[in-house]
């Protein structure tokens, strides 16, 4: 199972674009990222899954290069509302309930 | 739509005293369960995870249980709890166990 590194914390203001970097340098072929953003005393929500390359929807982008051994979540224009708590996992398909959690990353904007 | 519900949002119960957490899911057939612990400032540790009903397969040996008598029913259960047992319990439920995952909004456990 692999293992990913987050940054503990990190702060930004608002209006400013935002790019948490995970490292998973133990990806295994078949796995996958994913990102989780999660606020004060609630559940984890998805975010954004990517297996190579770029990944975008309506909240955020995923990049990841070629090797895979990192991802970069990207949360453009960010707002107050967008301090939580971004977890990063990698984990192959069939096999989420294996993934295992880190801390995350706490993201605080200021105004 | 799909929801899941999670009750109760906050407990306190003291130490030696059964706990029952209930989670129901609307909207989805067959969906897999899990229960997860998060301890403060914590990531997430899966507890029990359910792919049918009488279904359980437990990650971590401890002090707690899980029953799904329903398809759309999870519940976690003990019959003496711990101080240890404190903690923000999550359940979550997926279309199927390669998919991302749907969490409940929680239940602050905490044991006196």
């Known amino acids: 199972l692999a293992k990913t590194t987050q940054p503990i914390s990190m702060d930004s203001y608002e209006g400013q674009e935002v790019n948490i970097t995970c490292s998973h340098n133990?990806?295994?072929?078949?796995?996958?990222i994913t990102w989780y953003q999660q606020f004060p005393s609630q559940g984890p929500r998805f975010i954004i899954q990517?297996?190579?390359?770029?990944v975008t929807n309506e909240v955020a982008s995923l990049f990841i290069p070629a090797d895979r051994k990192s991802s970069t979540l990207s949360l453009p224009r960010v707002s107050l509302s967008d301090t939580a708590v971004y977890y990063c996992l990698v984990g192959a398909t069939g096999s989420n309930y294996q993934l295992i959690w880190g801390a995350g990353t706490k993201l605080i904007i200021k105004p | 739509s799909q929801t899941i519900h999670q009750w109760p949002a906050t407990l306190v119960q003291p130490v030696g005293s059964p706990l029952s957490l209930e989670c129901t899911v609307e909207g989805t057939s067959n969906p897999n369960l899990y229960w997860y612990r998060q301890a403060a400032g914590r990531g997430l540790q899966l507890l029990f995870y359910?792919?049918?009903?009488?279904?359980i397969s437990s990650e971590v040996p401890q002090n707690l249980s899980a029953s799904r008598p329903q398809d759309r029913q999870f519940i976690l259960s003990s019959k003496k709890l711990l101080l240890s047992d404190s903690g923000f319990y999550l359940c979550?439920?997926?279309?199927?166990?390669?998919?991302?995952?749907?969490f409940g909004s929680g239940t602050r456990l905490t044991v006196v």
């Open positions: 133990n990806i295994a072929t078949n796995d996958y």
């Open positions: 990517g297996y190579k390359t770029k």
């Open positions: 979550a439920w997926s279309e199927g166990l390669s998919e991302g995952y749907t």
């Open positions: 359910s792919v049918g009903i009488g279904q």
